[in-house]
Nanobody, 115 residues
């Protein structure tokens, strides 16, 4: 079983930066992909950024050039560096890991971008 714990959310002004972390524990089965999703009030959950099973990254168009996903295998931690934040980035951000046994979610961390 895999456990994911997100941290780093908070309140930030437009144009500011935050770095989210997702600490993974437990054992994964086979190669896995890991991603950040977000869900704003009244909206569907959407993929923000992903690191695929071979290390390739992809981003939602809305965050390209502003967000950077990275993975520290030694620390079993996933990061999301968020720069030039906008009010529309306000959401609960979730970490998701997919391996051969299933899909796992963290509890989420709130990011609020407001002046």
């Amino acid at each position: 079983q895999v456990q994911l714990v997100e941290s780093g959310g908070g309140l930030v002004q437009p144009g500011g930066s935050l770095r989210l972390s997702c600490a993974a524990s437990g054992s994964t089965f086979g190669l896995n992909s890991i991603a950040w999703y977000r869900q704003a009030p009244g909206k569907q959950r959407e993929m923000v950024a992903r690191v695929g099973i071979y290390g390739t990254t992809n981003y939602a168009d809305s965050v390209k050039g502003r967000f950077t996903i990275s993975r520290d295998a030694a620390k079993n931690t996933l990061y999301l560096q968020m720069n030039s934040l906008k009010p529309e980035d306000t959401a609960v951000y979730y970490c998701n890991l997919v391996d051969l046994r299933g899909s796992y979610w963290g509890q989420g961390t709130q990011v609020t971008v407001s002046s």
